[in-house]
């Protein structure tokens, strides 16, 4: 089945002269090694195409590459694909319905089917396991080259949290030891993705000193403006301190509350265990069993989210 979509999806790259390639808002290393990744494929193989990857580019993932600049012309009769974006009001840049076709390639659960074509494994780590396993098997139609590895295996590592989530699977790693036979640095891609800034360095610091854990094993931290603020960090900066409640011992699962400046919280969820994304799902949100975002109006519904999780650890440990 997967196959026959790489076929489907091979013969829609030949067909276009004109692909455009989005993914998420406040894009992650795997939405823009997915992105550029599969751009970089692209573009070796057939230089003859215009090829562009779209969205807003992160200071603290240049390293991964930088986005193109399309007018609104260049979406007539172009091929728009999709990586790594589980619902369409997430897509970065509204401007990929303008196309003459649209591909979906994604590895979140698949609540909002969209796309003419739609490729979702939720069984792989990451989107970009899922385009490099896309390039393995198409082998010389559309070899991997050295960029592409870079690029997606910087996504699988970070989507896999360097292969400590259970999401990596003996397929993950035959696709990295694959990524690794180029030419390109793994050490230093690692050591990139692993340097914070100073400002990083101290909201790390302020989350670790704030957290709150209860006898459950369910622990939170409130970043508010103000908190935000004295570190110069907005909510851009806050993805590298959402994985640190999880190297504390005795924490099962966790919330990053972000005080938003038009209101509200973006809520960043994570577990060791329980399964949360039906939590995520009553409040706005959505995502992976043990990784999943969503909103809260207030501190009021921040608490209920902290409720919701102590009830699923209590049944969980049952």
Request: with cysteine; proline share 4%; glycine share 8%.
């Amino acid at each position: 089945m997967i196959t026959d979509l790489f076929e489907e999806i091979y013969a829609k790259i030949l067909e276009y002269d004109t692909i455009i390639i989005h993914r998420h808002v406040r894009p992650d290393p795997d939405a823009l090694g997915s992105q550029l990744g599969l751009k970089a494929l692209i573009t070796k193989k057939f230089p003859e195409k215009k090829v562009y990857a779209v969205g807003t580019d992160v200071e603290n993932l240049s390293f991964m590459g930088t986005m193109d600049q399309v007018e609104n012309e260049a979406y007539e009769n172009a091929l728009v694909i999709i990586t790594d974006t589980a619902n369409r009001p997430r897509i970065d840049d509204k401007r990929y319905t303008k196309g003459k076709f649209l591909i979906k390639i994604d590895h979140h659960p698949d609540e909002d089917i969209y796309g003419d074509i739609s490729l979702v494994n939720t069984q792989a780590s990451s989107c970009s396991e899922i385009i490099a396993d896309l390039a393995i098997s198409l082998d010389a139609r559309l070899p991997m080259n050295t960029e592409a590895a870079r690029l997606f295996y910087g996504g699988i590592i970070g989507d896999t949290g360097r292969f400590l989530y259970p999401a990596t699977t003996s397929k993950t790693m035959r696709i990295v030891s694959e990524l690794m036979e180029y030419d390109f640095s793994a050490s230093e891609m690692g050591q990139m993705m692993n340097t914070n800034s100073k400002k990083i360095a101290n909201l790390s610091g302020y989350v670790l000193q704030n957290i709150e854990v209860n006898d459950l094993g369910v622990a939170h931290v409130i970043l508010t403006q103000e908190a935000l603020e004295q570190f110069g960090a907005d909510d851009s900066d806050t993805a590298p301190v959402v994985p640190l409640p999880g190297t504390i011992e005795g924490i099962v699962c966790w919330g990053i509350f972000v005080e938003q400046a038009t209101g509200g919280f973006r809520c960043r969820l994570r577990s060791k265990g329980p399964v949360i994304n039906e939590v995520a799902k009553r409040h706005g949100g959505g995502g992976h069993p043990l990784a999943s975002g969503a909103n809260a109006a207030d501190i009021a519904e921040i608490e209920e989210i902290i409720r919701e999780f102590d009830e699923l650890v209590v049944a969980w440990q049952k």
